[in-house]
Nanobody, 124 residues
Framework: QVQLVESGGGLVQAGGSLRLSCAASGRTFSNFGMGWFRQAPGKEREFVAS????????YCANSVKGRFTISRDNAKNTLYLEMTSLKAEDTAVYYC?????????????????WGQGTQVTVSS
């Protein structure tokens, strides 16, 4: 497994932007496929975006496509989620996750390492 620590969450007005970061340690970061998930109060955790080990392949949920961008810097052992045009329904705790498979996955069961989460609150 790999240790993951998210940062960058906060309170932002609707239409605003935030960039989340996820710092990885403990294993070779470039071996892992990475993903972002989120969980709103009273709702199940849902997939947001994922990226393969090299960063050449990405996939985003339809709900965030065109607004969110996932990227990674393997030299810095860091995963990013650039969020723009934020909406109230984007309010949630955002988690990063690592998969030893190396590809990009949409299902939580494909990931075996999770961060503690960072809160994103979008005010309308």
């Amino acid at each position: 497994q790999v240790q993951l620590v998210e940062s960058g969450g906060g309170l932002v007005q609707a239409g605003g932007s935030l960039r989340l970061s996820c710092a990885a340690s403990g294993r070779t970061f470039s071996n892992f496929g990475m993903g972002w998930f989120r969980q709103a109060p009273g709702k199940e955790r849902e997939f947001v975006a994922s990226i393969n080990w090299s960063g050449s392949l990405t996939y985003c949920a339809n709900s965030v496509k065109g607004r969110f961008t996932i990227s990674r810097d393997n030299a810095k052992n860091t995963l990013y989620l650039e969020m723009t045009s934020l909406k109230a329904e984007d309010t949630a705790v955002y988690y990063c996750a690592a998969s030893p498979g190396g590809s990009y996955y949409t299902q939580a069961k494909s990931y075996d390492s999770w961060g503690q989460g960072t809160q994103v609150t979008v005010s309308s």
